[in-house]
């Protein structure tokens, strides 16, 4: 159970979160992709152009049925600098 308290300080976060146009996501993925559904978001949350170029990417490859493997969605035009950061978190193998 939680306190006035506590539920007055997610109300006001959520309400500050929600002023600046974000919005509370949750998703259930695998332990290994944790990491770097993490790093997608902090990365998609800026303003940069990287984010732009990475997210002008991922509506292509979600949207467009002709992509088929992951290669057609990162074996793009795009320059790698684009990626820098977002692919460097280690992944688990157990």
Not at 65 to 73: G, K, M, N, W
């Amino acid at each position: 159970m939680t306190t006035k308290s506590q539920r007055k300080a997610t109300r006001t976060h959520r309400r500050r979160a929600e002023a600046v146009g974000l919005v509370r996501v949750e998703v259930q993925a695998a332990k290994n992709d944790a990491s770097l559904i993490r790093a997608l978001a902090e990365t998609l949350r800026d303003k940069s152009e990287r984010a732009a170029a990475l997210r002008s990417m991922l509506v292509k490859a979600l949207l467009n049925p002709d992509v088929r493997t992951a290669f057609d969605i990162f074996g793009s035009e795009l320059p790698d600098d684009v990626f820098d950061g977002v692919f460097d978190q280690p992944r688990c193998t157990a």
